[in-house]
């Protein structure tokens, strides 16, 4: 018996190839209709779209060439030099708690914060206006470690 996870990508796979199947004969219809009528199939509003479309995609071609040659660039004038960020301190993280009547768990979250063995973070736990005691069971941790700044703002 095949479970529903495979079935499921079965019916994927069915879907994509039957998909793909359809854009080729569309593809191949389209084209041996333009092969045997050339131009004159178009309009004269067709044709301005078309050339308007083309424009749009070139320009947006050059957009990115240009993008990838300043970031290249950019990237190799910056190559020799050293990172603004000093080697042996690591980037400062701050972690935000949202609290909405998390007064039975608030104390459980933050002790496992306070345990992360990472140099340079702080914590801010912010008490959407809850109804139990969730900021009073938060206030005790903003003392609790010297080297960890953890704010609780109600």
């Known amino acids: ?8 990508a079965l019916a994927l796979a069915l879907a994509v190839v039957l998909l793909g199947t359809a854009a080729f004969a569309v593809h191949q219809l389209a084209h041996q209709l333009l092969s045997r009528e050339g131009a004159a ?3 004269p509003v067709s044709k ?7 424009a749009f995609l ?6 990115h060439l ?4 300043l970031a290249a ?12 960020q000093p080697a042996g301190r690591a980037p400062g993280v701050s ?3 949202p609290a909405y009547n998390e007064g039975a768990m608030i104390a459980t979250v933050l002790e496992s914060l306070l345990a992360i063995d990472y140099p340079n973070f702080e914590i801010v736990v912010v008490d959407d206006g809850s109804t139990d005691r969730t900021y009073l069971r938060a206030l005790p941790f903003e003392r609790r ?10």
Not at 48 to 54: C, P, R, S, T
Not at 66 to 69: E, I, N, R, Y
């Open 66 to 69: 240009c993008m990838l040659a």
């Open 58 to 63: 070139l320009l947006l071609a050059c957009r």
């Open 48 to 54: 301005v779209i078309v050339v308007v479309l083309f």
């Open 73 to 84: 660039w950019d990237h190799f004038r910056h190559a020799g030099e050293e990172s603004a």
């Open 145 to 154: 470690r010297q080297d960890i700044e953890c704010r609780v703002l109600a």
């Open 1 to 8: 018996m095949v479970n529903a996870n495979a079935r499921q």
């Open 95 to 97: 972690i935000i708690v």
């Open 41 to 43: 199939l178009l309009g």
